[in-house]
Nanobody, 121 residues
Framework: QVQLVESGGGLVQAGGSLRLSCAASGRTISTYVMGWFRQAPGKEREFVAAITGSGGTTSYADSVKGRFTISRDNAKNTVNLQMDSLKPEDTAVYYC??????????????WGQGTQVTVSS
């Protein structure tokens, strides 16, 4: 049973940066495509970014392309999301999860508790 623990969220002004981290336990995630998702109040959870097991291929939602960077540290069993030039519309709870592939962004495991990101204008 894999457990995912997201951290690094907080309150930041528009234009600021945050770095999120997702720590996996119970299973090595180095061979899996991993992704970040977010859910804003009153909205459905949406895809943000994904990265292959080797880290060689990444994919982003259009809304974050050029501002967010996904990375991973397989030695630490973690996946990270560097968020720059944050906007108020980035406010959401952010989650990580395994995804089926770079092309198929369906989440695979149970969700963790997420980490809240709030961007003030």
């Amino acid at each position: 049973q894999v457990q995912l623990v997201e951290s690094g969220g907080g309150l930041v002004q528009a234009g600021g940066s945050l770095r999120l981290s997702c720590a996996a336990s119970g299973r090595t995630i180095s061979t899996y495509v991993m992704g970040w998702f977010r859910q804003a109040p009153g909205k459905e959870r949406e895809f943000v970014a994904a990265i292959t097991g080797s880290g060689g291929t990444t994919s982003y939602a259009d809304s974050v392309k050029g501002r967010f960077t996904i990375s991973r540290d397989n030695a630490k069993n973690t996946v990270n999301l560097q968020m720059d030039s944050l906007k108020p519309e980035d406010t959401a709870v952010y989650y990580c999860n395994r995804v089926l592939s770079i092309a198929n962004r369906a989440a695979y495991w149970d969700w963790g508790q997420g980490t809240q990101v709030t961007v003030s204008s």
